[in-house]
Structure formats: structure tokens, C-alpha cells
């Protein structure tokens, strides 16, 4: 096992010191997984189940970081558009989201699409979440509903925007000659730090990409529970459609030699750093999204694949260029955004499912990316 140690801390907070106490119970080595999904989401103390403010457009109003409806009502208006041909398609009047953060997709979504949605569903890890988004949606009374976890079936369409990347994954390195997970444990010093240890896990490279060669000092990820969510909707959903938004790129550019690094990234008052240790359940902890496993697991598990494009793709296909030239200068400024190549619109990527034969969604029309996947 090889570890590598950082500066010290302050004072240990309750999650530092609930952190230590699932490490010993594993034996000294927690997997980075395990250590992600408790630093989000541990109950009270997690970063998404505290009181800190999350979702903003600048940093002095506390936040970290800012997704596309707080961006731009424009975003969840022009969604609306191809949700409203998928409700169609799959003959439903049920929405529902994963992840609904302030509620500001929901109230786009909602005021857009208005007697289309008979029932609007949320299922969302966060408590605290969870009161902002009622207080923010109260206008639609009984429409929304909340809940913990999916039923064993349904019929609907779902949407999720930024919620693959927030799933804890597992992280990976090489040496030049084998593999190791990555975890943590508690140093000499007392210290929270990272350690490896030799795993027979692997990028989960397709048959095409197989013989690519790795780098010594490769540090990457692999996203189980994220496919292992996509097969749970595949097994539950029986009529309907799923719409996936997230930043990430298909496999052979997640695991470009370039990118040797790995993706791995926290968010803290609008900056950026590659250090999940510091600041627990002060600070988002992400990945970017490899397309192509949320791909194949869909696939596998007998979802049919609608289309894969860039948001800017996405949303010009759904209309966004009419409403922008109806928009004031400001509103106009900020839409922008979600689709400049530069901001939103090439890094965040759209994926389709649909259960049955599907049908030909809109927002893939021009610009379908599905062949590079």
C-alpha cells in the first residue's frame, strides 16, 4: 500500500471525526467511493444534506457553484419543449426528477408545461434540499409530490441535470505496470490522506479501445454507481423517456492519454480545486461523466438510446434560438451562456433513453453525437 499525505487541518469537524470512524470499521482503508458518498451525503453533516447554501450565480451570496436553471429560465422553457413531445410519445402526464436542487427546474418545467403534468415527482437525497424546493413550488399545491426512493414500477419521464456527476466513484491508478484503488485512511500524523492499494479493476475500456496504453502516474475513475442508476431506471420504468444533462464525453476522450489525470474536481465559492480532503461537507466533490458506460448500461438493460449531443445542439434543436430573439439584452446575456462553446454549451452533454422502440426526439435532431459513444 502507498499513501501520500497532505498539510494539516484545523480542528476536526463531525464529519471529519465520522469519516475516521468508518475508516477504522474497514479495517484502516475506506474506498474513495464510500468516502464520497458520506462527505455528500452523510445525514446533517454531508454537503448536500447540510444548511450551506449550494446553487448561485456569484460567490458573495455564499454559493459554489451555478447549473443551467439558475442560469437562465430559458433553460428549463426550451427542456420543456422536448419533455412535452416525450409525455406525448409515451402517452403519460407524469414528471420526474432526480436531484431538484433549488426547485428552479421544477418551477421552469412546471410553469411551461403547465395541465401537461398531472403529478411532477422528486427524489432527492437532501432533507434541507427538500424545504427549499417546497417553499419555492408551494404555487403548484399537491402537484408535486417527494420521495425517498423509486417505486419497484412507473411510467413517466425523467430528467436529471447534474446529478451523474454528484454519484460517487471509484478512483483508480497506475503505476506503469499495475492498477490500484485509490482510498483513504488515517496517516502516521493522524491526518486524513490517501492510499493505494493493487485492485483487479480496470477502466472499463470497450473492446474498440481495449489495447490502450496507460501512462505511469494515470489517476482516473470509474462510475459504477452511476450505470448502476441508469439499469435501476431501466428495470423500474415501464413506459417512458429519460433525459440526462451532464458534463463528461464519451470513452475515448475520458480516457485519452492527455486527460491522466482524471476528472476529479471540488467546488468551493465558485473555484475550483482537485483536493476532496480539505473542507469536508464544505465543497461539491464531482466527476465528469463517461457517456459511453451510461450508454451501454442503458442499452443493456433494454432502454433504447434517443440520441447523445452537446447541450448547445440540444437546446438550439429545441427552439432556445426563437426565445432568444425575444429576450432582453440581459436575459439574452445569460442564455447565451448554456450554449457558448466556451461556457456550457460544448462541455455538457444530453443523453437520451426511451423504454420500447422509442421515437425521434426532437433535441437530437442535428448534431446526434450517438456514433462517438
Not at 443551467?68 to 419543449?81: C, D, H, I, K, N
Not at 451562456?337 to 452533454?349: Q, R, T, V, W
Request: charged share 20%.
Amino acid at each position: 500500500m502507498t499513501e501520500m499525505s497532505r498539510d494539516a487541518e484545523p480542528a476536526r469537524s463531525a464529519l471529519d471525526e465520522l469519516l475516521r470512524q468508518h475508516i477504522a470499521e474497514a479495517g484502516g482503508w475506506l474506498g474513495f467511493d464510500r468516502f464520497m458518498a458520506l462527505v455528500l451525503y452523510a445525514p446533517g453533516l454531508g454537503y448536500y444534506s447540510n444548511q450551506g447554501q449550494k446553487f448561485g450565480l456569484m460567490p458573495q451570496s455564499g454559493s459554489d457553484f451555478v447549473t443551467a436553471p439558475e442560469m437562465s429560465p430559458l433553460f428549463g422553457r426550451t427542456l420543456a419543449v422536448q419533455l412535452e413531445q416525450a409525455l406525448q410519445a409515451a402517452q403519460t402526464d407524469e414528471l420526474w426528477e432526480f436531484g431538484a436542487g433549488t426547485g428552479a427546474l421544477a418551477a421552469q418545467l412546471l410553469g411551461a408545461l403547465g395541465d401537461r403534468v398531472r403529478r411532477y415527482s422528486i427524489v432527492d437525497l437532501s432533507g434541507t434540499l427538500r424545504q427549499r424546493q417546497a417553499e419555492r413550488l408551494a404555487p403548484w399545491g399537491d402537484k408535486v409530490v417527494w420521495l425517498d426512493a423509486l417505486p419497484e414500477h412507473f411510467a413517466g419521464v425523467v430528467v436529471g441535470n447534474e446529478v451523474l456527476d454528484a454519484m460517487p466513484v471509484q478512483l483508480l491508478s497506475f503505476d506503469g505496470q499495475q492498477w490500484f484503488e485509490r482510498g483513504v485512511v488515517v496517516d502516521p500524523a493522524g491526518r486524513l490522506a490517501f492510499a493505494d492499494r493493487p485492485t483487479e479493476l480496470r477502466p472499463p475500456l470497450s473492446e474498440e479501445h481495449a489495447a490502450r496504453s496507460f501512462a505511469p502516474g494515470t489517476v482516473t475513475e470509474t462510475h459504477a454507481q452511476g450505470e448502476a442508476f441508469v439499469r435501476t431506471l431501466a428495470s423500474r420504468l415501464q413506459r417512458g423517456a429519460i433525459f440526462l444533462i451532464d458534463y463528461g464525453f464519451p470513452e475515448a476522450e475520458y480516457y485519452h492519454p492527455q486527460r491522466n489525470g482524471g476528472t476529479l474536481m471540488c467546488h468551493h465559492l465558485h473555484k475550483a480545486d482537485p483536493d476532496p480532503l480539505r473542507l469536508l461537507g464544505q465543497k461539491d466533490i464531482t466527476a465528469h461523466v463517461n457517456f459511453t458506460g451510461i450508454a451501454l448500461a442503458g442499452q443493456d438493460a433494454g432502454l433504447q438510446v434517443l440520441g447523445y449531443t452537446s447541450q448547445a445542439n440540444f437546446l438550439l434543436n429545441c427552439g432556445l434560438g426563437a426565445l432568444l430573439e425575444h429576450a432582453g439584452i440581459a436575459e439574452r446575456a445569460m442564455a447565451h451562456k448554456l450554449i457558448a462553446e466556451h461556457e456550457m454549451g460544448e462541455l455538457f452533454k444530453v443523453i437520451g433513453f426511451a423504454v420500447g422502440e422509442g421515437f425521434e426526439a426532437m433535441g437530437f435532431a442535428r448534431g446526434d453525437r450517438s456514433h462517438t459513444l
